[in-house]
């Protein structure tokens, strides 16, 4: 029997596709039951501030960074959202007086113009890259700097980022927020069409994708118009190049963070509550990290909300 059709986008996968039962679950969960979650592989924290949360995202970069030397170097792949850790790690290394000649840095994902057939220009208002730049690298100071070379965005051609993946860089950890569709990255789930059309692929179908560019589930497009457009969607792209499934599984650790600001409440205890108790789901992205070996969720407590009915 066929599963529900998307209560958002009928022509696509995603969490609204789930049995009723689990999603009014994860609605329940309070903050203690989210600590409760944690499991052998799956580690939920809780922070009291924003300042404690931002800076304990900056420390992972650090603590991977520091660890790299020309025998053995390392990396971290890394967001555009949440942000406000990047000027903190800038800082950090140069309080810190820390080099990074043999440090490495992935990002995660960029934004694809269909029109030129190749990721958008620097130029672009969204663009990731340039993001990174502005708000992390370019503050480092020159005695510090990471070798450009050593930097690695994802472009329309995929080839020089993926072979990037196995050039014998290890990467300490995967960093990410989590979107409205319950993405990691721009893993989003797919369209409803072809042989997905009864059921979503199979988290082992999923976890086969590696770095490639993806068309994005209309929730996506609305997130990042609100929280980096000013709700202006017009100016999103609809495509998008993204780290995937196989480069996610190089990573040591996958650690996610959440501020409150990128998904809702039902959203940020959804995808622990199906982590937790090994539910995957391609139609919910994140819940495919529950075969990741190490995983940690990230909150701020005053961005956890509540899940309960309140009219404004």
């Not at 057939?117 to 672009?124: A, K, L, M």
């Amino acid at each position: 029997m066929p599963r529900k059709i998307s209560h958002i986008a009928p022509d696509w996968w995603d969490y609204t596709t789930l049995e009723s039962d689990l999603i009014n679950d994860a609605a329940k969960l309070t903050e203690n039951d989210l600590l409760q979650l944690s499991r052998p592989g799956f580690k939920v924290n809780l922070y009291d501030t924003l300042e404690d949360f931002y800076l304990a995202e900056a420390l992972e970069y650090i603590n991977a960074w520091k660890n790299a030397t020309a025998d053995n170097p390392v990396g971290i792949c890394g967001p555009i959202g949440p942000t406000e850790q990047l000027p903190l790690v800038a800082r950090l290394v140069n309080e810190l007086g820390i080099t990074l000649q043999h440090a490495h840095f992935w990002g995660m994902d960029e934004w694809y113009d269909e029109a030129t057939g190749s990721e958008v220009s620097i130029d672009h208002p969204l663009s990731f890259e340039r993001a990174d730049r502005e708000l992390c690298f370019n503050r480092i100071r020159d005695e510090f700097k990471m070798p450009e070379e050593n930097l690695h965005f994802p472009k329309g051609e995929v080839s020089s980022f993926t072979s990037s993946w196995e050039s014998g860089v290890r990467c300490a950890v995967m960093q990410g927020g989590q979107g409205d569709i319950k993405h990691w990255a721009f893993n989003d789930p797919l369209r409803r069409e072809g042989q997905w059309i009864d059921e979503p692929p199979s988290a082992e179908e999923y976890l086969k994708l590696g770095t490639r560019v993806v068309e994005l589930h209309p929730v996506t497009l609305s997130q990042n118009a609100r929280t980096s457009g000013g709700g202006n969607i017009t100016m999103v792209p609809k495509s998008a190049i993204t780290v995937g499934p196989r480069e996610t599984w190089m990573a040591d650790k996958v650690s996610i963070w959440h501020a409150g600001t990128h998904d809702n409440p039902l959203g940020q205890r959804l995808t622990a509550l199906m982590i937790s108790k090994e539910i995957a789901d391609s139609a919910v992205p994140m819940s495919l990290l529950s075969k990741h070996p190490n995983v940690e969720f990230h909150y701020y407590r005053g961005g956890l909300g509540s899940c309960a009915v309140e009219m404004h």
